[in-house]
């Protein structure tokens, strides 16, 4: 019988790979997206009449109930967020809405008309924050300190309420960053590998930053620290884990990372290297860009995942990068011709 899997976030980096994978396994595929006058979804554009989409929104319990009822989902991938963390410090209401409150809107649709399903939570590293440890695990305590973690915390521990109150199968994933050619410009990474692209090609008019700047002037790219570590994998090896959690015997919580950290330095480093330009003659720090805390340089030990589930990282770091800065050149030329 065909099993049918829901997933909220699928215009996003994780829900389209997620997506994908699921397709290839001979699921039928539910997405939800939020309404809005822009009716183009890069990342998923190839999977139009493929997949069904719904429309709806985290903040709205009744739709969600109303699309599990009718939908009655074998599995259930809770991916979508207000996902940016610097974005949370300018909005940590529609934050602490959609991030934390959503999660518990999807749990509580899940408990009352489809409580078999099994349930995954989009966790995050940032849940850890501040903890002074270099490598994370199933066991380390968890210390947020910027509004988008504290929201990720706030669901990660319901969704463990819901397991162990309602008897429900659900789990959640405490993902280390992962990135991808699909990763929006709001992310350091792609930040990075597109304003490198929009520089060794001489782009004119490059998208726009953050904060509403074009992403490159004068031949340069503005970040903020460049001393900060993160363990950074590929997303689309990540989803694997995510519906691996769902096809174990119990429901269990699961750290997936590289356990490996490389800097923004180092990130920038082999960006510029790759296009054969010193990173140093075009990157620029801006405390505009800093956060008002930063979560310290962890490593995401994945050795549970790889005991129970299966699974490690395949992508290295150098890897990543070196395909993102490719596919953002290609993107770029395309526009161009």
């Not at 699921?27 to 309404?35: D, L």
Request: proline letters at 4%; one cysteine or more; hydrophobic letters at 40%.
């Amino acid at each position: 019988m065909t099993k049918t899997a829901l997933i909220t976030g699928i215009t996003g980096q994780d829900g389209s790979y997620l997506a994908e994978f699921l397709l290839e396994k001979g699921y039928r595929v539910v997405g939800i997206a939020r309404r809005s006058t822009n009716y183009r979804y890069p990342n998923i554009d190839h999977l139009i009449g493929k997949i069904i989409l719904e429309y709806g929104d985290l903040i709205d319990g009744d739709a969600l109930s109303g699309i599990i009822q009718r939908y009655q989902p074998d599995e259930v991938y809770n991916l979508a967020a207000q996902s940016v963390p610097a974005d949370s410090w300018s909005q940590p209401i529609v934050t602490g809405e959609v991030t934390a409150m959503g999660a518990v809107r999807m749990l509580e649709a899940v408990r009352r008309h489809k409580p078999d399903a099994r349930f995954y939570q989009a966790t995050s590293r940032e849940i850890y924050g501040g903890v002074p440890v270099e490598v994370v695990d199933e066991n380390t305590p968890f210390l947020a300190n910027n509004p988008y973690g504290i929201a990720k915390l706030y669901a990660h521990l319901m969704t463990v309420n819901y397991r162990e109150s309602y008897n429900m199968f659900a789990c959640a994933g405490m993902l280390f960053n992962h990135e991808s050619e699909r990763r929006g410009l709001h992310f350091v990474t792609r930040k990075i590998t597109m304003g490198a692209a929009c520089i060794k090609l001489g782009i004119k008019h490059p998208p726009l930053n953050e904060i509403g700047e074009p992403l490159v002037q004068d031949n340069r790219l503005k970040i903020g620290s460049l001393d900060t570590y993160r363990d950074w994998g590929y997303a689309k090896e990540y989803v694997e884990a995510m519906w691996l959690m769902l096809q174990q015997d119990t429901p269990q919580d699961y750290v997936i990372g590289t356990n490996t950290a490389y800097s923004i330095r180092d990130l920038c480093r082999v960006v510029f290297e790759h296009i054969g330009l010193n990173w140093e003659d075009h990157v620029v720090t801006n405390e505009r860009f800093l956060r008002p805390t930063e979560i310290f340089s962890q490593q995401g030990n994945s050795a549970k995942a790889k005991a129970d589930l299966g699974w490690e990282p395949r992508t290295h770091f150098e890897e990543l990068v070196k395909l993102m800065v490719d596919a953002d050149l290609e993107l770029l030329k395309r526009d161009i011709r």
